[in-house]
């Protein structure tokens, strides 16, 4: 189901979590993105695809804690979880609805009903084993690594998400990267910090609305394979225009020049994306930037950070590289970054109940993200003087060659 759409009538072994058979396609222009392919001029619902967006869906094997709460509950795979609560989520609005239900979308969703605690606290690893839980819960179908939770606060959809040891810096990297977007007028979802005792972390509301939903760009570029004249970005950059996103680069633009700012080392296709309309099927833009934590040498020592090798992704493996993709620095004003040492160090610092930070390791990373910002003002600049848009066309060369 998408809403009360009734899309596809599929078959799923309930315990493996399984897409077992598609017997009918009933909307298929509301199927999941990319799970429609074309074999000899016919299109084909790829089952495999399928399933492996359905599988997408369950919490990772890799998330923090995972097998422990398992345990809890009584449960082999996470796979299990989703058949549970239907597959809804709180990032999109597909759900499996047994044949001959009268469920319905607005019975269901999970924005507009509440959600059991159940799920969330056995994650958090506070919940205790009992008879039966209730798991009609979004935490069933999150996504990522870092132990996480959705929360209503003050009647807001909010997603609650540790930081990992030694530092557990996530959270605050989550807060810093939010300050350096308001100052830059960067698209973004706004973080704060919560303590639970004595551990920080983030929190930010939902997103994605009733009317709207996320689409990975993994998914997206599921929707035709890579041409062998395209590189990543090309490919990405090229499906979007096909879908009508005409200024999909300059969002890309920013999320490369954030990236560089924090040192973002897993900035992978399935964290960034884009919105689409839900009803309409209407592709709106980029989806605000979000997950920016696993940044800001969140787990190197203090004495290796101004030297460390910074991963890059999702395009290029060094930022060096990914930066030289970044077609306009002109509009980026990074005059206003100025002070932002002092505020990196009074987030890490200010209400920091528990020493996972000291000052030194504050100072020390505010100290590198503002030695990268005037190399990076010192690029801006030399690019704007050299500038040919011959960028894209270089980097795609220099792509084929290795
Ligand atoms: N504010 C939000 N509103 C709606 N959906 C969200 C929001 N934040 C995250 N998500 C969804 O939840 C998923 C997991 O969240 P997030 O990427 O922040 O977790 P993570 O554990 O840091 O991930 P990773 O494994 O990439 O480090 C995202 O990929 C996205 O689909
Ligand atoms: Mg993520």
């Known amino acids: 189901m998408h809403k009360n759409i009734a899309v596809a009538k599929i078959e799923i ?82 759900w499996i609805k047994p044949v001959k239900s009268d469920l319905t979308w607005e019975k269901v969703n999970f924005f507009d009903n509440d959600f059991s605690d159940d799920i969330g606290d056995v ?4 919940g205790k084993k009992v008879l039966s839980f209730d798991f009609v819960s979004p935490d069933n179908t999150s996504d990522g690594n870092l132990k996480k939770r959705w929360k209503i606060m003050n009647g807001k959809r909010c997603l609650i998400k540790s930081g990992s040891a030694p530092f557990r810096q996530q959270p605050f990297n989550e807060v810093i990267a939010s300050k350096i977007m308001d100052r830059l007028g960067i698209n973004h979802v706004p973080y704060g910090i919560v303590w639970n005792e004595n551990e920080p972390y983030s929190v930010c509301e939902n997103f994605v609305t009733k009317d709207t939903e996320l689409v990975s760009a993994y998914r997206i570029l599921q929707i035709r394979p890579k041409e062998n004249h395209e590189n990543e970005y090309m490919h990405y950059v090229n499906i979007c225009k096909e879908i009508g996103l005409k200024d999909i680069v300059s969002s890309i633009d920013a999320m490369i020049v954030v990236d560089h700012i924090i040192a973002n080392e897993d900035r992978h296709f399935n964290n960034f994306g884009l919105l689409r309309n839900v009803d ?25 950070i101004p030297y460390a090798d910074i991963k890059c992704k999702p395009f290029k493996k060094t930022h060096g590289k990914q930066l030289r993709l970044v077609s306009d620095f002109s509009v980026f004003d990074f005059s206003k970054l100025d002070g932002i040492e002092d505020e990196i160090i009074e987030i890490f610092i200010s209400g920091n109940y528990s020493n996972f930070i000291d000052e030194n390791r504050a100072k020390i990373i505010a100290e590198t993200v503002q030695q990268r910002i005037y190399n990076l003002q010192k690029i801006a600049l030399r690019h704007s003087e050299n500038f040919d848009n011959s960028f894209s066309e270089g980097d795609l060369e220099e792509n084929i060659s290795e």
């Open 13 to 94: 072994d309930y315990v493996l979590g399984v897409i077992t058979a598609v017997n009918d396609v009933l909307h298929r222009e509301h199927l999941p993105i990319g799970v429609r392919h074309s074999l000899r001029h016919k299109e084909i619902i790829d089952r495999a695809a399928l399933n492996h967006w359905w599988r997408d869906r369950s919490i990772p094997a890799s998330r923090m804690g995972i097998s422990e709460a398992l345990n809890t509950l009584g449960i082999y795979e996470t796979g299990e979880l989703l058949t549970k609560c239907f597959g809804l989520s709180l990032s999109d609005h597909y």
């Open 123 to 126: 994650l958090f690893g506070t």
């Open 280 to 304: 309409t099927l209407e592709w709106i833009g980029a989806a605000p930037i979000f997950d920016s934590g696993t940044s800001l040498w969140y787990d190197t020592q203090e004495k290796f």
